[in-house]
């Protein structure tokens, strides 16, 4: 075989190798489109709704992974390659009503339209017995306000000086430098609707105008009381933290004011836990009895300075309703069903302990 031959042969296998290499690249990128494709195409071939919204802060990767969570899209990957490809960008915080039908780029493009918006505002539920701190974080994602600013609003006392003229319900007591949030304790727990522009001065009014309400059925009757407003909201506070269901808030609160009347510490461990105000968990409260806080009910006669939680309308109205009992001391069975137990003496208390809760 000559030369020439021999060079013919080496080329023809070099085309068939670059040949075979460009199939396979070919074929690669293809089965690479398809996957593509696939991935940001419709979840569902029949047209299903689901409410989703855009909240302050939300980014294209956190939207995507809200979105693939929610299973209306399948990959929240595939989806962002797609949107930056596309150039979509300047989604609108609201609610929107999206179909599981629609593909990625459809899905994103939708939240990017302000015409789509089906809500300005959002309905958040704030339950009994929250931390002022806690509604603030809630409040957080939804508005242009971080935690910290909010909480700040609230001790800010020329702010808090509006208020105090506002309403009757609150007073120069609120301004206690102390205080860990002057607010807590009067920013009432409901579901209310807040629109997204709301200023942090019209978000708190939404909480003060409620406390409003619920004051004004139980005006009288805080009147009638051995209390001031402030301490029956304080006493309210620990009743909330304290109990699980309205007869125990009832019964506890009437073990608080027994103790009250002769003078006998309260002793209650969920004030050492707004005392320590960060704890890893409960049972820190329950050995942390001397740390000191002019919260801390341990160590203070009477109510601690403020109220420690946000009460709901049966801990308000339990301090001023409570079951009629002598008792001085209660326990609940926190390792067990939850169920609380009531004692007249220290020794029965010590027995209930050691019955319920091993020591």
């Not at 690479?32 to 689901?50: A, D, N, R, V």
């Not at 120069?172 to 609707?193: A, C, H, N, Q, W």
């Not at 510490?265 to 707004?274: A, F």
Request: glycine letters at 4%.
């Amino acid at each position: 075989m000559n030369n020439l031959s021999k060079n013919s042969i080496q080329l023809t296998k070099k085309r068939m190798i670059i040949a075979s290499i460009l199939v396979a690249i070919i074929i690669g990128l293809s089965g690479s489109y398809f996957l593509y494709k696939g991935q940001i195409g419709p979840i569902s071939e029949t047209s299903e709704i689901y409410m989703f919204e855009v909240v302050e802060g939300d980014t294209l990767s956190s939207i995507a992974v809200r979105l693939e969570d929610a299973e209306v899209i399948k990959s929240a990957t595939f989806t962002e390659i797609s949107a930056k490809i596309n150039g979509v960008e300047g989604f609108i915080v609201g609610l929107y009503k999206l179909d599981k039908s629609w593909d990625s780029l459809d899905v994103l493009t939708y939240l990017c339209n302000q015409e789509n918006v089906e809500s300005t505002s959002v309905m958040l539920t704030f339950r009994e017995g929250m931390w002022a701190k806690d509604i603030a974080a809630q409040l957080d994602p939804y508005f242009d306000y971080t935690t910290q600013e909010i909480i700040d609003f609230w001790n800010d006392n020329t702010f808090l000086t509006t208020v105090i003229a506002k309403y009757d319900f609150l007073d120069e007591s609120i301004l206690d430098e102390r205080y860990e949030v002057k607010l807590e304790g009067y920013l009432f727990p409901e579901t209310y609707m807040f629109d997204y522009d709301m200023t942090l001065e019209e978000i708190t009014y939404v909480f003060l105008d409620q406390f409003e309400v619920v004051y004004e059925e139980l005006a009288s009757q805080v009147e009638e009381s051995q209390f001031s407003i402030h301490e029956w909201v304080n006493l309210a506070s620990i009743v909330q933290y304290e109990s699980a269901s309205t007869t125990d808030m009832q019964n506890i609160s009437k073990v608080f004011l027994n103790r009250l009347d002769i003078d006998m510490k309260l002793q209650s461990s969920v004030t050492v836990c707004y005392a320590l105000y960060e704890f890893d968990s409960w049972e820190q409260c329950e050995s942390e009895y001397d740390y000191v806080s002019p919260y801390n009910t341990y160590l203070y006669n009477g109510l601690p300075i403020g109220p420690i939680l946000n009460p709901g309308f049966e801990a308000l109205n339990a301090v001023l309703n409570p079951i009629d009992n002598d008792y001085l001391f209660f326990l609940a069975d926190v390792y067990g069903d939850g169920a609380v137990y009531y004692s007249y003496t220290f020794e029965e208390h010590l027995e209930k302990q050691k019955q319920y809760l091993g020591y």
